[in-house]
């Protein structure tokens, strides 16, 4: 199985690469996670939004019978 590089604003809580369109995320804006470890998530997510300078509020959440992790962009 080939494993791809993950780069620095991905995300993987439960080690599948993720690619967020970080460009694309607009104060207002959400988008969903399903994971299985939602404080490696929710973790991941802080880290790179400080690192861009985004305020977000990250919560774990049930949506569509699949547990994962909801995140806001608020400034």
């Known amino acids: 199985m080939q494993q791809l590089v993950l780069r620095i604003d991905d995300v ?7 690619r967020v369109n970080w460009d694309a995320f607009v104060v207002g804006a959400s ?3 399903p994971c299985i470890n939602v404080t490696k ?3 991941q ?3 790179i939004s400080r690192s ?7 919560l774990a959440v049930v949506e569509n019978d699949k547990i994962g992790v909801r995140t806001w962009r608020m400034v």
């Open 31 to 33: 988008f969903f996670i």
């Open 52 to 58: 861009k300078g985004f305020t977000i509020r990250s």
């Open 45 to 47: 997510l802080n880290a």
């Open 41 to 43: 998530g929710i973790r």
């Open 12 to 18: 993987n809580p439960d080690g599948v690469r993720i």
